[in-house]
């Protein structure tokens, strides 16, 4: 069975601070790894990641992905009230292109 | 270019009645999922159309959920009948049939509260 775990479960931090979030991946016939933000609505796509030790990055935002030890982080700098929100890790994979979502980083930003 | 639309966007039910959610897709996808996601949790797949076929319902309990997808545009889910458990948001989202890397687009959603 395809499992994606993420880590922390939770994380309260001050604006300005910088995060990492984690995201472990056990699946069949890899595909892509995907990062969104969902904030109490349908999630919103940040990164899609398909190689090893490429970073992504968008503004504060930036991502990487371990096809060998098979995980990715995503890196928040200085962050801000608006990044407050869940993060999802899914993973592509499969023939017919599965898609498997770990549960989530919950992330609040306090001013 | 429009997005997923799915509706409603909120339905109220009591446990044992029935309730049906539709899902359009954006034009051109011949992709569609859906997600059932419980509140502090990801979304669970529930099933997954390439157009008009079936290619994965396992999670889907097939006792009491329905799904269809006609004439392979949108989709109708069904819950006949509905359980305290099954509150939840009910997410539909869609992707191209040959993308090789699946970006999926993602509908509003429906909360489905179950009393």
């Known amino acids: 069975e395809d499992k994606v775990v993420q880590s922390p479960l939770s994380l309260v931090v001050h604006e300005g601070d910088t995060v990492t979030l984690n995201c472990s991946y056990e699946v069949t016939n890899f595909r892509s790894l995907l990062w969104y933000k969902q904030e109490k609505k349908a999630p919103t796509f940040l990164f899609m990641l398909?190689?090893?030790?490429i970073e992504k990055k968008s503004g504060r935002l930036s991502s990487i992905l371990d096809k060998k030890e098979l995980f990715s982080i995503l890196n928040i700098t200085a962050t801000q009230t608006g990044d407050s929100a869940v993060y999802l890790c899914?993973?592509?994979?499969?023939?017919?292109?599965?898609?498997?979502f770990g549960t989530g980083t919950k992330l609040q930003v306090i001013p | 270019e429009a997005g997923v639309a799915q509706s409603p966007r909120y339905k109220i039910i009591e446990k044992r009645q029935s309730v049906a959610f539709w899902c359009n897709p954006i034009?051109?996808?011949?992709?569609l999922y859906w997600y059932q996601q419980i509140l502090g949790q990801g979304p669970k797949l529930l099933i997954q159309?390439?157009?008009?076929?079936?290619?994965?319902d396992s999670q889907l309990p097939k006792d009491r959920f329905s799904a269809e997808r006609l004439k392979g545009v949108d989709s109708t889910l069904k819950i006949q009948p509905a359980k305290l458990e099954d509150s939840a948001v009910y997410l539909c989202?869609?992707?191209?049939?040959?993308?090789?890397?699946?970006?999926?687009?993602f509908g509003p959603g429906t909360r489905l509260t179950v009393l």
């Open positions: 398909t190689s090893s030790g």
């Open positions: 989202a869609s992707s191209l049939e040959r993308a090789t890397y699946n970006e999926q687009f």
């Open positions: 899914a993973v592509n994979s499969g023939g017919y292109q599965k898609v498997t």
């Open positions: 159309f390439q157009n008009n076929g079936v290619v994965d």
């Open positions: 034009s051109g996808h011949a992709t």
